[in-house]
């Protein structure tokens, strides 16, 4: 048998599809990232109402047993900012407080004293 014989070769056309790389199945989330998308999803729906309805409407956020006010006051502020909105926040007595009003006893309405 000659070397010839033994190889042989197929040809054919190929599809531009087929040398596409195939879509990933997504990966299922963590019981941490499913928290954490649930808490965004909350906080869009809440700063959307602020959107939507009266100035002077003020939203308060209470915190369940397992958050920490750091964390829930770090998404909101990263929310706000990321969408640009015009809402005010301020942390009064271990809650969060949302307007888009001036919030009162809040710093941005101090003014400086005169020397």
């Given at each position: 048998m000659?070397?010839?014989?033994a190889?042989?070769?197929r040809?054919?056309?190929?599809?531009?599809e087929?040398?596409?790389p195939k879509?990933r199945?997504?990966?299922a989330?963590?019981?941490r990232?499913?928290a954490i998308?649930?808490?965004?999803?909350?906080i869009?729906?809440?700063?959307n109402?602020?959107g939507a309805?009266?100035a002077s409407?003020?939203?308060?956020?209470?915190?369940?047993?397992?958050?920490?006010?750091?964390?829930?006051?770090?998404a909101?502020?990263?929310?706000?900012?990321?969408?640009g909105?015009s809402v005010?926040?301020?942390?009064?007595?271990?809650?969060?407080?949302?307007?888009?009003g001036?919030?009162?006893g809040a710093?941005g309405?101090?003014?400086?004293?005169?020397?």
């Amino acid at each position: 048998m000659n070397d010839q014989e033994a190889m042989t070769v197929r040809v054919r056309d190929a599809k531009p599809e087929e040398l596409a790389p195939k879509p990933r199945k997504p990966r299922a989330l963590s019981p941490r990232q499913l928290a954490i998308r649930k808490r965004e999803q909350q906080i869009e729906r809440v700063l959307n109402e602020l959107g939507a309805g009266p100035a002077s409407q003020i939203k308060k956020i209470e915190l369940e047993d397992n958050e920490k006010l750091v964390t829930i006051r770090a998404a909101i502020a990263r929310q706000i900012k990321a969408t640009g909105s015009s809402v005010n926040l301020g942390v009064r007595n271990g809650a969060i407080y949302l307007s888009r009003g001036p919030i009162p006893g809040a710093r941005g309405g101090r003014r400086p004293k005169n020397a």
